[in-house]
């Protein structure tokens, strides 16, 4: 099955928009103005921010256009809890944010679900298949594999700071052979690490509320793993991590 983009919602203009756009250019260029004429000389690095944007990082590897599947193995049951439903999530943040990027398309990407299912199928009757066979099965050419390293409530044993880790890597199904990091890399995967902000030790203490910081964690590291794939903002405005 592939994997649906998100449906885009129709953008609608009010007649207010048409008076409040000129104001709104207009107080921009005043303020612009202003921060001109100011004497101090530390507002140019913002403002070069401001125009210019966050310094870019780019693409560790370009994903071809060819049928991909996105699959996280955590047979090491580095996830204590909810594993399955944290594992699924985290392969469709990966395939939903490359699909944004444009990386993927409904016609390449092809659902997680399909391959983490087959696979959980097998393995209950403790029939371990190749990673590359499991891609063979979904109709898949190559396969972005995730191995989970590390998901913790704490990255030091005392404060509340959800980690995780993990092992990527881009696989050839159809030629058997490693396309990412390539052949001749010392390192056989690249690792991905994530880290939240402290949260309430509270929310830990209810399966609840831990859910919700397991999937914020999820959040963070599905999206470091997707930008290895395409060119990026060194960092990001704002804070959208905190669990609601």
Known sequence: ???????????????????????????????????????????????????????????????????????????ANVIDS??????????????????????LTVETAISPRDAMGMALSRDRF???????AIGREVGAEQIIYIEMHAFR?????????????CRVRVLDVTNRVR?????????????????IPPVDPGLLRSQSSRLKVHRALIESLGSSVAKLFYRHEARELGDRLKPR
């Open 126 to 132: 403790s029939e371990l298949l190749p990673i590359d």
């Open 1 to 75: 099955m592939r994997f649906a983009r998100n449906s885009t919602r129709p953008h609608h203009r009010s007649r207010a928009a048409g008076s409040i756009a000129p104001r709104l250019c207009l107080g921009l260029g005043l303020g612009l103005a202003l921060l001109v004429l100011l004497p101090a000389c530390n507002i140019v690095g913002p403002l070069a921010y401001f125009v210019g944007g966050l310094p870019k990082i780019d693409a560790q590897y370009e994903i071809q256009p060819r049928p991909t599947v996105v699959f996280v193995d955590d047979r």
């Open 153 to 165: 409530d704490t990255g030091d044993g005392t404060v509340p700071r959800p980690t995780g880790s």
């Open 82 to 103: 909810n594993a399955r439903l944290l594992r699924l999530e985290l392969a469709d943040v990966v395939t939903s944010e490359l699909m944004e990027q444009d990386i």
């Open 179 to 195: 396309l990412f990091p390539p052949e001749d890399d010392q390192m056989p995967s690249r690792i991905v690490n994530a880290v």
